[in-house]
């Protein structure tokens, strides 16, 4: 179980570490649908009539405790 938790942070890590570069490089990519199996992180959605989460263009965090995409921009 515990080598199980330690995987799984280290995936964490890495996922966020690459977030993170993305934001950093001002690089991201505009999604034109919904991603099959979104990940906590950051999505850039290019509005209707291709895919709104909610606010239009922008810059979305996607959080999966909750399910939500918030509008940041």
Known sequence: ???????R???EI????KDVDVLRDGVLVVYGHPPERPRN?????NGAPGWNPGSGRGLYRYDETTGLYTFLG
């Open 1 to 7: 179980m515990q080598e199980f938790l330690i995987r």
């Open 9 to 11: 942070l280290e995936e």
């Open 14 to 17: 890495r996922q966020l570490r």
């Open 41 to 45: 992180g950051f999505y850039y959605a």
